[in-house]
């Protein structure tokens, strides 16, 4: 069946960067598009980044720039590092299968201190 298992999550102090993984099995992942979400206390879950089949990316604008997904089709990982971090970037980021019906991971706490 479809499992997608993140790690990589943490604590941080502002500014500091975190590297997440996904790491994927049960479907065909080259030709899947994979996306990173998070959801802060509070708040509804959000995109922050989504890379297709042929590696195209797309971005929530406040993360441009710091924050960049990759994929090795290889290792079946979707990964996501996190650069020049802020508090507010704190949440559950989960990495998601776009597909219908989707498929979420169990999420991976990011916690940025100030």
């Known amino acids: 069946q479809v499992q997608l298992v993140e790690s990589g999550g943490g604590l941080v102090q502002a500014g500091g960067s975190l590297r997440l993984s996904c790491a994927a099995s049960g479907f065909m992942f080259r030709s899947s598009t994979m996306g990173w979400y998070r959801q802060a206390p509070g708040k509804q879950r959000e995109l922050v980044a989504s890379i297709n089949h042929l590696g195209s990316t797309e971005y929530r604008v406040s993360m441009k720039g710091r924050f960049t997904i990759s994929r090795d089709n290889a290792k079946n990982t979707v990964t996501l590092q996190m650069n020049s971090l802020e508090p507010e970037d704190t949440a559950v980021y989960y990495c998601?299968?776009?597909?219908?019906?989707?498929?979420w991971g169990q999420g991976t706490q990011v916690t940025v201190s100030s």
């Open positions: 998601k299968r776009q597909s219908i019906p989707p498929y």
